[in-house]
């Protein structure tokens, strides 16, 4: 693992397109800090005494069981404070799940600039049809304890807990194939909108092929890097 420095690298693709796959090899590789939106907020909806007695979490978790998004202000504040945690460590971050609507991005994109710089932040576009979403989305398993996405490939396919980890494998509510369908459509209306906004608040956004091979993805990734 190289020290990569105070940079800041965000995802942006549909479901299955292999942002957590991809921010997982970068962290490794380039040690950045892998800020999972998804984690962070799994973290609170996942605790039955938070869901009880906050009624900000309890509304989340009603919407994440329903393949809707979080309250986006609910969400910027848990990936700002994180932000604001790995820059006064001086720690770079790959971040994997936010801004996901133009709110977001709002709330959180100046504050970004002001802590890494607007040189120092790139923005990778991931792009995915819908079939291939639903078709990875369908058979994707996770484990329980940090998520970490087992690949769809025969190796993977009988194993029973995290080749990373060894903690038990699960498939979430939200891929249900209903749900797949239903986040596909949410990042359409939602999400890829905020590229445009992104673009013309002059950011530095690459756009991938998120249909080739995990490696390949990778290898696009890494060339289009400082
Ligand atoms: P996202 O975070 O964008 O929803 P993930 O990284 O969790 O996507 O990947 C979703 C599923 O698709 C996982 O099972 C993962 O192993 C698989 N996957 C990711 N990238 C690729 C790829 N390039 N080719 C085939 N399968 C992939």
Redo the contacts with the bound molecule.
Sequence with gaps: MESFGKKLIILI??????????AEMLAEKLGLFHLQTSKLGEAKINNPELVKNNLEIAEAKQLYDSGKLWPHTWTASLVIEKVEEMASLGKGIVL?GSPRVIHEAVLEMPIMKALYGSDNIKIFE?KLSDEESFK??S????CKLNQH????FPEFENITACPKDGSEIIVRTLDDPEVIKKRYQVYLSETEPIIDFLIKEGYNLVTIN?E???ED?QRDILDKLW
Excluded: A, E, L, Y
Aim: glycine share 18%; proline share 19%; net charge positive.
């Design positions: 693709g549909p479901p299955g397109s292999g942002k957590g796959t991809q994997d991931i990875r989305n058979h994707r398993r996770i996405p087992i690949p769809n998120g080739q091979p995990i993805v």
